[in-house]
């Protein structure tokens, strides 16, 4: 049997009960819920979380070869889990996904692995820090100075990750709102990484120095049933501020954003503050993708155009979606990423 169809499988007991994108919409009965005032501890919470039903380990560089040639990477893990209960080797009901990704002006190498928990072949331990599937890995004896690595069939990457700011609590204090309902997830970001390393291309290697964003989040039912998509920017603006924002697309569309100023101070902004608004479409796996959008922040001054390095960079992953590097001008200039799902 394909290994991606053993893996939706196992998903099923989930997606039968789907609803919001990727199931994620679906009531995480007997699954523990983020409360308000819980507060966030470091290391232990770079580690997993069981008794929640939804996770992930997400990060996202721009990158600049030694031509000026722009590239983005990405590398991510999700957990999921088909039971609240605590189980060993195959019984474990955790499911681990990997997504690795190389974006280029004109290329998109994507690649996705799949493990079952409790055997080895996926994971996370919190101190020395060690995300792995298979042999990818995101390890370090601290979370501020790791080693990333990936293959796929025709890309790997090889890069160094050193922190040069503090841990971002996205939200209130890391508890992240994602809808009117109250739907909500723990959130913390780390925006300052440095990264260095190798590209191994088709044409070879390619040596490049840029940013990298990690993202971290838990929960059990972290969207609304009616919402359908996201689309979710993490902007490195050139003089040192970032700032995050989504937009949960349903009934009604949900935002939130966090300014994050050069030194890490954090500003969290609540529904209607951030603005995003489609301003071209293109034709992308059959579908038809935003990749041109006006950004806007009216608090802090930001009104910025954002758009696609590579209007392509379609994630053909068992659930997919689009994921690239995009380029800022307006405003504020700088580069970030873009995240987009739900676009049927």
Same mark, same amino acid.
């Not at 681990?96 to 996370?124: C, I, K, N, S, Y």
């Given at each position: 049997?394909?290994?991606?169809?053993?893996?939706?499988?196992?998903?099923?007991? +989930?997606?039968?009960?789907?609803?919001?994108?990727?199931?994620?919409?679906?009531?995480?009965?007997?699954?523990?819920?983020? #409360?308000?005032? @819980?507060?966030?501890?470091?290391?232990?919470?770079?580690?997993?979380?069981?008794? /929640?039903?939804?996770?992930? %380990?997400?990060?996202?560089?721009?990158?600049?070869?030694?031509?000026?040639?722009?590239?983005?990477?990405?590398?991510?893990?999700?957990?999921?889990? =088909?039971?609240? #209960?605590?189980?060993?080797?195959?019984?474990? !009901?955790? =499911?681990?996904?990997?997504?690795?990704?190389?974006?280029?002006?004109?290329?998109?190498?994507?690649? #996705?692995?799949?493990?079952?928990?409790?055997?080895?072949?996926?994971?996370?331990?919190?101190?020395?820090?060690?995300?792995? +599937?298979?042999? %990818?890995?995101?390890?370090?004896?601290?979370?501020?100075?790791?080693?990333?690595?990936?293959?796929?069939?025709?890309?790997?990457?090889?890069?160094?990750?050193?922190?040069?700011?503090?841990?971002?609590?996205?939200?209130?204090?890391?508890?992240?709102? $994602?809808?009117?309902?109250?739907?909500?997830?723990?959130?913390?970001?780390? !925006?300052?990484?440095?990264?260095?390393?190798?590209?191994?291309?088709?044409?070879?290697?390619?040596?490049?120095?840029?940013?990298?964003?990690?993202?971290?989040?838990?929960?059990?039912?972290?969207?609304?049933?009616?919402?359908?998509?996201?689309?979710?920017?993490?902007?490195?603006?050139?003089?040192?501020?970032?700032?995050?924002?989504?937009?949960?697309?349903?009934?009604?569309?949900?935002?939130?954003?966090?300014? +994050?100023?050069?030194?890490?101070?954090?500003?969290?902004?609540?529904?209607?503050?951030?603005?995003?608004?489609?301003?071209?479409?293109?034709?992308?796996?059959?579908?038809?993708?935003?990749?041109?959008?006006? @950004?806007?922040? !009216?608090? $802090?001054?930001?009104?910025?155009?954002?758009?696609? =390095?590579?209007?392509?960079?379609?994630?053909?992953?068992?659930?997919? /979606?689009? #994921?690239?590097?995009?380029?800022?001008?307006?405003?504020?200039?700088?580069?970030?990423? =873009?995240?987009?799902?739900?676009?049927?």
């Amino acid at each position: 049997m394909n290994v991606r169809v053993f893996f939706l499988l196992l998903w099923l007991p +989930i997606a039968a009960q789907a609803q919001g994108f990727a199931g994620l919409g679906a009531t995480g009965d007997g699954f523990a819920v983020p #409360e308000r005032g @819980v507060p966030l501890t470091f290391p232990a919470d770079h580690g997993p979380h069981p008794d /929640y039903r939804i996770e992930w %380990w997400y990060l996202t560089a721009t990158l600049t070869g030694p031509d000026g040639t722009p590239y983005g990477l990405q590398w991510t893990l999700f957990r999921s889990a =088909l039971a609240p #209960e605590a189980g060993a080797g195959w019984d474990a !009901p955790q =499911l681990w996904m990997g997504h690795a990704a190389v974006t280029t002006p004109d290329r998109h190498f994507v690649t #996705e692995r799949l493990a079952r928990g409790g055997v080895g072949q996926a994971g996370v331990t919190a101190s020395p820090f060690v995300a792995w +599937i298979d042999d %990818w890995q995101m390890a370090g004896d601290t979370f501020d100075e790791m080693r990333l690595t990936a293959t796929g069939p025709d890309f790997a990457y090889d890069m160094a990750l050193l922190a040069n700011g503090p841990l971002v609590l996205q939200g209130d204090a890391g508890y992240s709102v $994602k809808s009117a309902a109250g739907q909500a997830s723990y959130y913390y970001s780390q !925006p300052f990484f440095d990264i260095s390393g190798t590209l191994v291309l088709p044409e070879g290697e390619v040596p490049v120095t840029g940013q990298a964003w990690l993202d971290r989040e838990w929960s059990s039912q972290p969207l609304a049933s009616d919402q359908t998509g996201w689309d979710w920017f993490s902007l490195v603006f050139d003089d040192g501020a970032r700032l995050m924002g989504f937009a949960l697309r349903g009934d009604d569309t949900f935002t939130a954003a966090t300014w +994050i100023a050069p030194d890490g101070q954090a500003t969290a902004y609540p529904d209607g503050a951030f603005q995003a608004e489609p301003l071209s479409q293109s034709t992308v796996a059959g579908r038809q993708i935003p990749t041109r959008w006006q @950004v806007r922040l !009216p608090d $802090k001054g930001i009104d910025v155009t954002v758009e696609a =390095l590579n209007e392509a960079a379609w994630m053909d992953v068992s659930v997919p /979606y689009w #994921e690239g590097p995009v380029m800022v001008s307006g405003s504020h200039s700088g580069r970030g990423y =873009l995240e987009m799902t739900g676009y049927e």
